[in-house]
């Protein structure tokens, strides 16, 4: 009752995100009641395993105990203030534990609220830090295939096509070179060989590439070999070219190191982080550069070289408060090498699917695992219909078009694994 209540309500009042909103028409929208651990439960009792972690943010379960007394103390002592002309403990704190975990050369942080706005403040950190230095450049280069926020210059350095190709008059110049087409080493070779063609006959004009580290999301979670970024950040020492890494999605543990560009041993200029920076809880996002690009703004005041860069809510403390508490329990709870386990158990599980004749490949980096299915067409909406398959049996699976893939919390339990990719396997084999 109380469910079929707030669906009316809901769509009387909300226009939802990423959504054509008539498929509500027939596709029910589901009221939350409350969640906890991976569990979200309904009106009516239903529980759902989260297994995209509601958008990739949640990092340690719903209504964690821990996070929640951290947020909750806060909360007592300051909300937010000012980040301009003041300060407060908690986002010292977190700048300090942020520097000495992220690799080398990466010395101050510059906040935002969501990741899209973190990817426009390196965009334009990058531009204005070679401006500082006497240097147009006004192009940026990015992977084909990438994803890198909704707002218009992040739009401008993505390259996913549904959610681009409708404003392309409104963004800014990009140029895109070929993501590594498959995670195998060759791949990897050919792709950076194209971007330094690229940089051989523009890289006057090219200000920075933006990379998603081994794993493009949106961009159905497509994987790379970490050598590319190698190779990446060697053409861009070479051709003084920035390298903007937008571990949104990919920090926070899950390729299985705490960050992907350790994978790699590589240090970008730039390092964009959000999504689970918070542990899931509220929004907030950082751009970590070095002290060399800050050094370039630093100067006698001079209202054309600082950075006059702001957000109302930049580094809001309740969400530093959370982002200080969820590095507490990967400290604390060893939570990379406990992943391990857990990302192996997920990797066997995985390897049932290439048998089902309508599954093309599938394909692992660390905590995520992706299922590419074949033979339908875009109209058939398949993934819609394993989305159904998953709720009608307790788990919130959102394919990428054909791509079924698996990114939970990091709490999850081999048995709700089992629950969450058995649902899946059972979906795909009512799809031949
Ligand atoms: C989600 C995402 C963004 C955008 O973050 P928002 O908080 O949704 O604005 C940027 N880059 C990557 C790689 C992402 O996955």
Not at 234 to 259: K, P, Q, S, W
Request: charge should be negative; proline fraction near 4%; hydrophobic fraction near 40%.
């Amino acid at each position: 009752m109380k469910n079929e209540e707030l669906k009316n309500r809901d769509l009387n009042v909300l226009w939802h995100p990423c959504t054509q909103m008539k498929d509500h028409e027939s596709l029910p929208l589901i009221p939350i009641k409350k969640a906890y651990g991976v569990y979200l439960e309904d009106f009516e009792g239903n529980r759902y395993i989260d297994a995209v972690s509601s958008w990739w943010v949640n990092m340690f379960g719903h209504t964690n105990s821990y996070i929640n007394e951290k947020v909750k103390e806060q909360l007592q002592t300051l909300e937010h203030v000012i980040l301009a002309g003041f300060t407060h403990e908690p986002v010292i704190k977190l700048s300090e534990r942020l520097v000495k975990l992220t690799p080398k050369n990466l010395d101050k942080c510059f906040y935002a609220d969501n990741g899209s706005s973190a990817v426009e403040v390196a965009l334009k950190m990058s531009y204005h830090a070679h401006l500082n230095d006497g240097k147009q450049k006004s192009l940026f280069v990015s992977l084909t295939n990438s994803y890198h926020g909704e707002t218009i210059g992040a739009l401008s350095v993505g390259d996913v096509e549904l959610y681009k190709d409708t404003y392309k008059p409104l963004l800014i110049r990009s140029v895109q070179t070929p993501v590594p087409k498959d995670m195998s080493l060759d791949a990897a070779v050919v792709a950076a060989k194209s971007f330094e063609d690229l940089c051989l006959q523009r890289h006057n004009e090219i200000s920075a590439i933006i990379v998603e580290p081994l794993i493009q999301g949106a961009g159905s979670m497509h994987m790379y070999h970490p050598e590319f970024l190698v190779l990446v950040r060697d053409i861009c020492n070479r051709y003084d070219i920035h390298l903007i890494a937008d571990e949104v999605m990919v920090g926070f543990g899950r390729t299985g190191e705490m960050f992907a560009c350790e994978k790699a041993k590589i240090s970008p200029d730039f390092l964009v982080l959000s999504k689970g920076l918070t542990g899931g809880y509220l929004p907030l996002s950082v751009v970590l550069t070095s002290n060399d690009i800050y050094a370039k703004f630093y100067c006698d005041y001079n209202e054309h070289k600082a950075f006059l860069h702001s957000h109302s809510y930049t580094g809001n403390a309740l969400a530093c408060a959370a982002a200080n508490a969820t590095l507490d329990i990967f400290e604390n709870e060893n939570i990379i090498e406990k992943n391990r386990v857990l990302a192996q158990y997920m990797g066997e599980k995985l390897q049932k699917f290439k048998d089902l004749p309508n599954v093309a490949s599938v394909r692992q980096t660390g905590m995520v695992c992706a299922v590419a299915l074949q033979g339908y067409k875009p109209e058939e909406r398949i993934g819609l219909r394993v989305y159904q398959y998953g709720l009608n049996h307790g788990v919130l699976l959102r394919p990428l078009g054909h791509i079924v893939y698996f990114m939970p919390p990091y709490i999850i339990t081999k048995e709700e694994i089992d629950i969450m990719m058995d649902t899946a396997y059972e979906a795909i084999v009512r799809l031949i």
